[in-house]
């Protein structure tokens, strides 16, 4: 009777080691292959494109036509009885830059680009107010952007080291101030 069981044992181990080679390698093969399409496909924001020299200075203002019906009327600069909202960080620094929002933007003020250590910065800066156009960071170095009603402020980071650019319009017109620690 204890030889019948060796034989029996034996082609159950076999099954086992076959169904684990066979999980493993099937396992292996569908990472390999969603590894490879995703890698293809990840999503990287998107680089702005360098400023030159001809596009920071000032534009003149194009003439716009009252009977457009595609214009949206501009925000309102009441104040609010609602709590200060807290910066919200993004990714991206282009995604309020829809040819819409700069076309206006820029009509009405003057485009600035500013060159730090961790990239490159471009405002447009206006009587009141100011846009962020682009912002991109340098090869080796992150950025982090953050916006408010009152203030614009752009991180770049390297390790250790950042790189702030800050513009501010709450008390007057806007002005640009960078740091580096």
Same mark, same amino acid.
């Given at each position: 009777?204890?030889?019948?069981?060796?034989?029996?044992?034996?082609?159950? @181990? *076999?099954? *086992?080691?076959?169904?684990?080679?066979?999980?493993?390698?099937?396992?292996?093969?569908?990472?390999?292959? *969603?590894?490879?399409?995703?890698?293809?496909?990840?999503?990287? %924001?998107?680089?702005?494109?360098?400023?030159?020299?001809?596009? !920071?200075? +000032?534009?003149?203002?194009?003439?716009?036509?009252?009977?457009?019906?595609?214009?949206?009327?501009?925000?309102?600069? =009441?104040? $609010?009885?609602?709590?200060?909202?807290?910066?919200?960080? =993004?990714?991206?620094?282009?995604?309020?830059?829809? %040819?819409?929002?700069?076309?206006?933007? $820029?009509? =009405?003020?003057?485009?600035?680009?500013?060159?730090?250590?961790?990239?490159? *910065? @471009? #405002?447009?800066?206006?009587? =009141?107010?100011?846009?962020?156009?682009?912002?991109? %960071?340098?090869?080796?170095? $992150?950025?982090?952007?953050?916006?408010?009603?009152?203030? &614009?402020?752009?991180?770049?980071?390297?390790?250790?080291?950042?790189? $702030? @650019? #800050?513009? +501010?319009?709450?008390?007057?017109?806007?002005?640009?101030? &960078?740091? !580096?620690?």
């Amino acid at each position: 009777m204890g030889e019948a069981v060796w034989p029996a044992m034996l082609r159950g @181990v *076999v099954h *086992v080691l076959a169904w684990s080679l066979a999980t493993g390698a099937a396992t292996t093969l569908s990472w390999w292959g *969603v590894h490879t399409v995703m890698a293809g496909t990840a999503y990287d %924001p998107p680089r702005a494109l360098p400023v030159t020299a001809a596009d !920071t200075n +000032t534009r003149e203002p194009e003439p716009r036509s009252t009977a457009a019906s595609t214009q949206r009327p501009e925000p309102s600069r =009441s104040p $609010s009885l609602s709590p200060p909202r807290k910066p919200t960080p =993004s990714a991206d620094a282009s995604t309020d830059t829809s %040819p819409a929002t700069t076309a206006s933007a $820029s009509a =009405s003020g003057q485009v600035k680009s500013y060159a730090t250590d961790g990239g490159r *910065v @471009v #405002f447009d800066l206006g009587e =009141s107010s100011a846009t962020l156009v682009s912002a991109t %960071p340098d090869a080796g170095w $992150s950025m982090q952007v953050w916006k408010t009603e009152t203030w &614009i402020r752009v991180e770049f980071a390297a390790g250790a080291e950042r790189v $702030s @650019v #800050f513009c +501010t319009w709450h008390d007057g017109p806007p002005r640009v101030e &960078i740091g !580096t620690y």
